[in-house]
């Protein structure tokens, strides 16, 4: 069976005290939840990372990282490696976000070495990817996202998607409170999937767990999430409060 999975994408978000103080809130919103098939994970900046995972220890939230550096280590002045987030007990890493890809200029190809670092050291992905509006409008959205997917995939083997999570997210519907319609989000997760089958196998496409990410809200997520090839959600601002990540886990 395919994994249900709720990540909180924090981005540039949260001190300190904040990062505790909505840790607790989350611990206390999901505890009477029944969480069976659901993964929880949240995302806290890289500051915060250490003492997130402390506080999340025996409870059922991972803990995720935003990005990650390619290299082993070396002179890459502010740049985090694959040894340092296990060496804090991370395990899960966000590849590939559209704002990373814009501000940061990543590129497929960056983002194929990213995921081969990944790989490499064990850890999961989180691989977003995801058209921008004029590609919607230019009805070009199933051509874009083939092509990012086969430039910084393609070239795995069937077994890695055992550690690869799929987060499709519309550019025009991130932070922009529109979000895409239900039937649209599951016309995108159904054509991955299917290309995901045609390159590596029916039992890959099956089991890779395809999250939608957008403006997903308490108000949105049931709908979303009934969609047959929407296991999840990857959630920006409605992750920032503890009450409204913990409604959309329920609404999974
Ligand atoms: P919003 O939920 O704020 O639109 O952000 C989505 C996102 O970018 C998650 O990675």
């Given at each position: 069976m395919r994994q249900k999975i709720v990540a909180g994408n924090w981005k540039m978000n949260n001190d300190k005290a904040e990062t505790k103080a909505l840790i607790k809130g989350i611990k206390k919103s999901i505890k009477k939840l029944p969480l069976k098939n659901t993964r929880v994970i949240i995302s806290p900046s890289y500051v915060s990372l250490s003492s997130a995972v402390k506080k999340a220890k025996n409870t059922n939230i991972e803990v995720a990282s935003q990005n990650m550096h390619q290299a082993k280590n070396g002179a890459y002045t502010g740049e985090v490696s694959a040894d340092?987030?296990?060496?804090?007990?991370?395990?899960?890493?966000?590849?590939?976000?559209?704002?990373?890809?814009?501000?940061?200029?990543?590129?497929?190809?960056?983002?194929?070495?990213?995921?081969?670092?990944?790989?490499?050291n064990g850890l999961e992905a989180i691989f977003c990817f995801g058209e921008k509006l004029?590609?919607?409008?230019?009805?070009?959205?199933?051509?874009?996202?083939?092509?990012?997917?086969?430039?910084?995939l393609f070239h795995l083997k069937a077994t890695?998607?055992?550690?690869?999570?799929?987060?499709?997210?519309?550019?025009?519907?991130?932070?922009?409170?529109?979000?895409?319609?239900?039937?649209?989000?599951?016309?995108?997760?159904?054509?991955?999937?299917?290309?995901?089958?045609?390159?590596?196998?029916?039992?890959?496409?099956?089991?890779?767990?395809?999250?939608?990410?957008?403006?997903?809200?308490?108000?949105?997520?049931?709908?979303?999430?009934?969609?047959?090839?929407?296991?999840?959600?990857?959630?920006?601002?409605?992750?920032?409060?503890?009450?409204?990540?913990?409604?959309?886990?329920?609404?999974?």
């Open positions: 340092m987030l296990k060496s804090i007990g991370v395990k899960t890493v966000i590849i590939g976000h559209s704002e990373r890809r814009e501000y940061f200029g990543e590129t497929d190809e960056l983002l194929a070495e990213k995921i081969d670092a990944v790989l490499a004029e590609e919607r409008k230019k009805e070009d959205h199933l051509l874009e996202v083939g092509s990012q997917l086969k430039n910084a890695d998607f055992k550690n690869i999570i799929l987060a499709y997210e519309p550019v025009w519907a991130i932070g922009t409170g529109e979000t895409a319609s239900p039937e649209q989000a599951q016309e995108m997760h159904a054509f991955v999937r299917n290309i995901i089958g045609k390159k590596f196998s029916k039992e890959v496409a099956d089991s890779v767990s395809i999250l939608y990410g957008g403006s997903v809200k308490p108000a949105n997520a049931e709908e979303i999430f009934s969609k047959p090839d929407v296991d999840g959600g990857l959630i920006g601002g409605a992750a920032l409060k503890a009450e409204d990540f913990a409604a959309i886990i329920k609404a999974i």
